[in-house]
């Protein structure tokens, strides 16, 4: 079974730039995660779909930050413009739930595109 | 903010050795994960425990959630150089939180 995939895996931009991150989940499932990992640090939730809806984007950056997922399947993440803090790997994992649940379904995660804001 | 902070945030041991690290909160949450994460991959899952008190093994890796649902361990006998990686645990309450993470070093 394929795994969840990303692209790109690396990414230098200057400050001010945009960029935008795709990624496609394992076929079949229905829940798709972004997350924002600085070095060093835990990863942390940008936004969570389930199929096309947005679940939870508390801690997305409106301002700067949108994700969509239109057809319920693969995902695009953006940054418009990009700040000298936004230097971190972003992940994206999905799950197989269609509904949410009382514990945490297994994520699987893609290796990340690795972003560096000049 | 449910924070999950964890304890060491970086240790280095010796093949063979014992550790055990910590993963806190003020917060109860209704599942708690492990993750195991390697440089240049995303986390791979290595249990989930769901009911206060309980206990997990996978192989030399004990799990425990701890009886109020707000702290876990992981406990590693005979460390070996394959256990190095970046430990992190996952909360689940009204958000999925990570933790700080534990970077752990298995020396030769």
């Known amino acids: 079974e394929a795994g969840v995939a990303q692209s790109p895996r690396y990414k230098i931009i200057e400050k001010r730039q945009s960029v935008a991150f795709w990624c496609n989940p394992i076929s079949g499932h229905a829940t798709l995660y972004w997350y924002q990992q600085i070095l060093g640090q835990g990863p942390k939730l940008l936004i969570q779909?389930?199929?096309?809806?947005?679940?939870?984007d508390s801690q997305l950056p409106k301002d700067r930050f949108s994700a969509e997922r239109l057809k319920g399947v693969d995902s695009t993440l953006k940054i418009q413009p990009a700040k000298l803090e936004d230097s971190a790997v972003y992940l994206c994992?999905?799950?197989?739930?269609?509904?949410?649940?009382?514990?945490?379904?297994?994520?699987?995660f893609g290796p990340g595109t690795r972003l560096l804001v000049l | 903010t449910q924070l999950l902070e964890q304890s060491p945030q970086f240790l280095s041991i010796q093949e063979g050795e014992n550790l055990t690290v910590y993963c806190n909160s003020s917060?109860?949450?209704?599942?708690l994960q492990w993750y195991r994460q390697e440089p240049g991959e995303g986390p791979v899952l290595l249990v989930t425990v769901v009911t206060g008190g309980e206990v997990k093994k996978l192989k030399r890796l004990t799990f425990q959630f701890g009886d109020a649902r707000k702290d876990s361990s992981l406990h590693i006998t005979a460390a070996q150089p394959g256990d190095t990686g970046l430990y992190l645990c996952a909360g689940n309450g009204n958000q999925f939180y990570f933790g700080t993470g534990t970077s752990l070093t298995v020396i030769p």
């Open positions: 917060s109860v949450f209704s599942s």
């Open positions: 994992a999905s799950s197989l739930s269609k509904r949410r649940t009382l514990y945490q379904e297994t994520q699987y």
């Open positions: 779909f389930q199929n096309n809806g947005v679940v939870d």
